[in-house]
């Protein structure tokens, strides 16, 4: 029997980042095609502007992301939602701050793709959204995997930003990040060691699968290079 007091934050936690992935992958997936394909006036202020939640102190993103949520704001005054200190808040939170690592790894598949592959689809009759979805996005796939898995990752561990606009209530927005504070806190260390245990595995074996995408595509891009010289070398041959 799971004890109550690490249950909760972890149904939360699991549930609060099932959301967060569920709004950083697609967007995240559109942003990242769009900055790796396109080129438009303000690319790189669009890119810095996703990048800032990297960098920023997370109280910061947080305190962005209660103007935004709180009244006065667009999703309170126009949409009349009333999302501060609910669990929508937190995968809010947690999407913006896992966001930027799906759109860097996804802008990095996607731009390493080779042009000749996207101009021979085209020359064969194939439209842009042909392109995109047979050519570019399959083999975009281990940037694009890489991506999701480390913002889900980050979405995991939020702690600043979905405190700002979540809360730490227990059963309701705690989260196993807000949890460990609140047990350290009162020095229930035993509770505290089995879920920084718990996301220190999680994490873990989310890093070690990414480690393992990348060492594969790395092998596989050799073995394709060595592949493209030897055929080279007997055609010159």
Do not use: C
Not at 38 to 64: C, N
């Amino acid at each position: 029997m799971i004890d109550p007091a690490l249950a909760d934050p972890l149904r939360l936690s699991l549930q609060v980042t099932g959301l967060a992935v569920l709004l950083l992958f697609p967007s995240g997936l559109a942003l990242g095609i769009l900055l790796a394909r396109a080129r438009f006036p303000g690319r790189t202020l669009v890119e810095t502007l996703i990048l800032l939640p990297l960098v920023l102190p997370p109280s910061v993103v947080g305190y962005f992301l209660l103007l935004f949520l709180g009244r006065g704001g667009p999703v309170h005054g126009w949409a009349g939602l009333e999302l501060l200190f609910t669990w929508w808040a937190a995968a809010l939170a947690s999407a913006v701050v896992g966001l930027p690592l799906m759109v860097q790894a996804t802008k990095a598949g996607v731009a390493g793709v080779d042009p000749a592959l996207i101009h021979a689809a085209r020359t064969l009759g194939s439209t842009e959204v042909g392109v995109l979805f047979r050519v570019i996005l399959p083999l975009a796939r281990k940037g694009v995997l890489v991506g999701l898995v480390l913002g889900s990752a980050r979405a995991l561990g939020e702690f600043g930003a979905t405190l700002m606009v979540a809360g730490s209530i227990p059963g309701r927005t705690q989260t196993l990040p807000l949890a460990i504070y609140d047990a350290v806190q009162v020095r229930d260390y035993a509770l505290a060691n089995q879920m920084v245990l718990l996301l220190t595995l999680l994490s873990f074996v989310g890093l070690l699968w990414v480690r393992r995408l990348e060492t594969g595509a790395r092998v596989r891009g050799r073995m394709e290079r060595t592949r493209e010289a030897g055929e080279a070398g007997a055609g010159a041959a």
